[in-house]
């Protein structure tokens, strides 16, 4: 499993987002998101994310795949 690096807590989930079908990945605890699971990746969060599709941040517009 891994440890979500900015809280230091996790879990992260695989999630794809029901409005525009994306594969994220975000911290449960600090709803941080990753587009791809890497170092380099771009990182941003949940709020900042759904604002753009102008949705509510909300989990259940997640369908949550797996722990990563
Ligand atoms: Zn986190």
Same mark, same amino acid.
């Given at each position: 499993?891994?440890?979500?690096?900015?809280?230091? +807590?996790?879990?992260?989930? /695989?999630?794809?987002?029901? +409005?525009?079908? +994306?594969?994220?990945?975000?911290? !449960? /605890?600090? @709803?941080? %998101? #990753?587009?791809?699971?890497?170092? @380099?990746? /771009? %990182?941003?969060?949940? !709020?900042?994310?759904?604002?753009?599709?102008?949705? !509510? !941040?909300? #989990? &259940? +517009?997640?369908?949550?795949? &797996?722990?990563?």
């Amino acid at each position: 499993m891994m440890i979500c690096p900015f809280c230091g +807590e996790g879990p992260i989930y /695989e999630a794809v987002v029901k +409005e525009n079908l +994306e594969t994220i990945y975000i911290c !449960a /605890e600090c @709803d941080t %998101v #990753w587009k791809q699971i890497r170092q @380099d990746t /771009e %990182v941003t969060n949940f !709020a900042n994310y759904m604002r753009k599709l102008k949705k !509510a !941040a909300l #989990w &259940s +517009e997640l369908e949550l795949i &797996s722990i990563v």
